[in-house]
């Protein structure tokens, strides 16, 4: 079977390359007949140029002898962003007019020679971009795709200096205990996956509880909250975020907005009775709330609990959206699981009516209906 598939990797080979042949020349005979050059190949200079396979001194020794900044793009050959950067992103014309004063280093992390380089700089994800001063300092960094004009946007900022990783490490070194401080730098260190010492400045920003905001402590919380959960720490995160939306449930100045943030943040964590907890203390400060009025009627559901305060929730939902077609399938979910399935029937149809192009609706009415015949009576529904 191997010299099966090895003939037909020849093959598909050969195939591709005569198709190659035949679509270069056939788009050279269109442009000919059009009276224009073909597009001609890439060359070097329409792409940033990288240098490789060089050592980390090489590279600070040409930046400190042309006063140059540095860019380092750690890549492999296995990551599809990377690949999507160089297609995408490094041949943008922009981008190396942009780059053209700086020494552009592109760090393959497979090869041996580059494993302590990816320590020093604390590589976790791929891509990562790290833009340093002359020196090889890092100033600041991103991971993942961006476009180029996110891109350009970014140098703009690393080049200005004021809002970059470097600028906030310096700010807090000069006043360690300033709570908007060790609020930015944590927050820094958890965007780019280093949760040991963004939690380290964390729970400092929490012994200064006496100088601090509350809303900028709830955010501290918050930031714990959500390292605790991709830690495997769920429970702890639960915890962080209830403790949260408490301190935050007197609904001062952005303290709603912050609740929000809660509720993402649970739902995140898989929390749904914290999400019915926190949606119950917005609904309190705002009985006007759409969002919140239809988010507890959605968790009680998925809770299956509260179902009449939840119905009288949703109904009122649904009145002052004007029958919005989302929050009128939230109702009819309330009564389908009371057991109200002809009271379902009659509202899921009016969110048809509002969206009949929407097929989650149409399973819906199949679903009460079918249920509707099984059980007329509405025995099976949660009584509360």
Not at 334 to 361: L, M, N
Request: neutral net charge; contains cysteine.
């Amino acid at each position: 079977m191997q010299w099966v598939k090895a003939g037909n990797r020849a093959l598909n080979t050969a195939v591709g390359r005569v198709f190659l042949t035949l679509l270069f020349l056939a788009n050279g005979a269109a442009f000919a007949l059009e009276g224009q050059d073909p597009p001609r190949e890439r060359t070097p200079a329409d792409r940033v140029p990288w240098l490789r396979d060089l050592d980390w001194q090489t590279i600070l020794e040409r930046a400190e002898s042309g006063n140059s900044p540095i860019l380092i793009d750690f890549t492999a050959s296995w990551c599809a962003p990377c690949k999507l950067l160089d297609a995408m992103v490094f041949n943008d014309r922009k981008v190396i007019s942009a780059l053209g004063g700086a020494v552009t280093f592109q760090v393959d992390i497979d090869q041996p020679r580059y494993r302590d380089l990816k320590e020093r700089f604390d590589v976790q994800r791929l891509p990562t971009l790290v833009w340093c001063d002359n020196t090889g300092r890092e100033v600041d960094r991103f991971t993942g795709y961006r476009s180029a004009g996110d891109f350009l946007v970014t140098l703009e900022t690393w080049r200005e200096g004021s809002d970059t990783f470097l600028a906030a490490a310096t700010r807090l070194g000069s006043h360690p205990d300033n709570p908007d401080f060790l609020l930015d730098l944590a927050e820094r260190f958890r965007r780019r996956g280093a949760d040991q010492r963004a939690e380290t400045l964390y729970r400092r920003l929490g012994n200064l509880v006496d100088r601090t905001d509350y809303l900028t402590l709830a955010r501290g919380l918050l930031g714990l909250a959500d390292i605790a959960g991709r830690t495997g720490r769920k429970n702890l995160g639960r915890d962080l975020a209830l403790r949260t939306a408490r301190l935050l449930g007197d609904g001062a100045t952005g303290g709603t907005e912050g609740l929000r943030q809660v509720v993402e943040c649970q739902a995140a964590l898989g929390d749904t009775a914290g999400m019915m907890e926190t949606w119950r203390t917005l609904m309190h400060l705002d009985d006007h709330d759409v969002e919140a009025l239809n988010g507890f009627a959605r968790a009680a559901v998925q809770q299956k609990t509260e179902l009449d305060e939840a119905a009288r929730v949703a109904l009122r939902a649904a009145v002052l959206s004007d029958l919005d077609p989302l929050m009128v399938e939230t109702l009819a979910e309330c009564y389908f699981w009371q057991g109200k399935y002809r009271r379902a029937i009659r509202w899921i149809r009016k969110s048809i009516e509002k969206a009949p192009d929407e097929v989650q609706f149409r399973s819906q009415l199949t679903r009460f209906e079918k249920s509707l015949a099984e059980d007329p009576y509405g025995y099976r529904g949660i009584k509360h």
